[in-house]
């Protein structure tokens, strides 16, 4: 009886410590004057994904989803994160993981960065909390250098922390949680495609002196503004002078989302990290709603399939469901 | 007898009314990191100015130093302040301002923005505080346009409100008062001319957008360490790698005086203004005297004559004694 009771026990016990599942968050990257340094998570959408520790080194893929991702691992951006973690405990495991994508490949609302940190998160947990923060962003970054060919943390590192990240420097890594106000977000994804690599490429490489110090007055501007709850000063720093007006040429009907999101009361917003996703910051439901309702209006008009979200800023990050 | 005491009280009245006396502090602008946006009040040193109302429309300067400053009022910093208020009045009323000026001019630590200030901050309260605080940063602008060429308020505005200041944007004017913590400042004012002009002119038109990036990333975390009381992070991010790199040749001894001052526990610091006097930030007076001393060694061992101040910084902007 004893014994019994043990087996059954070590089965319960193993059973819980071997599997686990997490809710990995959208992210909205390049938080208009914070192009590669500052990154928000948010409450919707968000990934579902299931974690089961194996003996063998190996990545074992199932995708719940109809975005036909690749399930080998070297192509896959939670494959590539494990594999990392796998090489680096010296192949004494493996992981099968179960992933039920909500946030749409190519949103431009860190669909990537979802995968990578929750696989790096839900590993990290299953292995007993071995590896520090920095060490799990790390690894989803390799994530990331699989889907943009660049390894940055501005998904990332909200996904993983929740709120709003400052990514000081990513040699040596330096993230910093900011404090982040409760504000609506509207999100709104046109159904066309921007690739990553395109936005990046269209960037000029110099940029003039005093248009990098207009810009850095708003994210000195924004990052204050977040710090001391101070909305009309977030709105006022909403301002890119840098990459949005190279950027929004690949989103159609940008100029006008803008224009009407903060007449109707938006605080303001821009390409979500590099698009097609635009969002929006507001004080209240109610104009996140009428944001959300232009936004819809502006793409049904031009004829663009699209879906938005109504949501706040997610203050958890990945978490243990 | 009460009519020859009504005189006498208001002989004493308009004597306390027509004339004051201000405390009118140095500045760091150009914090590091955040070129032509950021500023810091010192306790140290410090100008003096007597101001007297007028019945006629015109300003009278009176310098009570050896710097042989100029007292036309057009060739004067405080003097087209006044000018610039008495015209606003419509030629109404006059002023004559007595200097004690303490702050070496071309020090690079705010000495005309001390003139500007104390006269603006000054004229508008003997004229009964009738201008907004934008509006008396506007007046004290136009002597940094007198000194300087350029309309800049990143001395201007720290002058004013004490602390550290965000100028998020001139036009329009956009100031907001950061909370400073209390850290320790040394200054070393090393006697060679660094003229505001040439500084300003061997700066690139166009930087690389990967040093706008690093340079953003500093200043968002510059901003969140004084908010957030962090003085790791604000030593991390006293790193300017787009101005600084190209000024500091302008001024002998920099690199080795920012290495050892570090080296003997500072923060981190720079060229206060457009230099020469650099500044170093620190968390103890301790450690900001034994920034002194390395500062005084290499200046000394350069045989260039220095001037150096251990202060803290100013809270309260330009005073009322």
């Known amino acids: 009886m004893p014994h019994a009771f043990s087996i059954y026990f070590n089965s319960i016990t193993r059973s819980d410590l071997n599997k686990i599942t997490v809710k990995s968050p ?72 179960v992933i039920e994508k909500h946030i749409k490949p190519g949103s431009g609302i860190g669909s990537s960065a979802a995968s990578a940190a929750g696989a790096a998160v839900a590993a990290n947990h299953l292995l007993g909390g071995i590896f520090s923060r920095d060490e799990v962003v790390q690894f989803a970054m390799n994530g990331e250098k699989l889907a943009s060919g660049v390894k940055h943390a501005d998904n990332i590192a909200p ?51 005093k248009d990098a110090i207009r810009q850095w007055g708003n994210i000195a501007g924004l990052v204050t503004g977040f710090l001391k709850n101070d909305y009309e000063l977030i709105g006022r720093s909403l301002e890119d002078v840098i990459i949005e007006p190279v950027r929004s040429i690949l989103i159609p009907g ?24 635009v969002f929006m910051l507001s004080v209240s439901e109610t104009i996140a709603k009428a944001t959300e309702t232009v936004m819809k209006e502006v793409y049904d008009r031009l004829g663009i399939e699209n879906n938005t979200y109504v949501t706040t800023i997610n203050k958890k990050g990945v978490e243990i469901i």
């Open 254 to 277: 940008f100029d006008e989302i803008k224009r009407k999101c903060k007449d109707a009361g938006a605080l303001g917003g821009g390409i979500s990290g590099s698009g097609p996703s």
């Open 26 to 97: 959208g992210t909205v990257a390049n938080l208009v004057c914070g192009f590669d340094i500052l990154g928000m998570a948010l409450n919707e959408p968000y990934d579902i994904m299931h974690l089961k520790l194996l003996n063998e080194p190996i990545v074992v893929i199932i995708n719940k989803d109809d975005f036909n991702l690749p399930t080998e691992p070297e192509k896959n951006v939670a494959g590539v994160v494990l594999l990392s973690i796998i090489e680096r405990m010296n192949h004494k495991t493996g992981f099968e993981v």
């Open 159 to 209: 996904c993983i922390l929740g709120g709003v990240s400052l990514i000081r420097s990513i040699h040596p890594l330096d993230i910093v949680a900011i404090p982040s106000p409760d504000l609506f977000v509207t999100v709104v994804h046109p159904q066309i495609e921007v690739r990553t690599s395109d936005a990046r490429q269209i960037l000029k490489k110099q940029v003039l002196l």
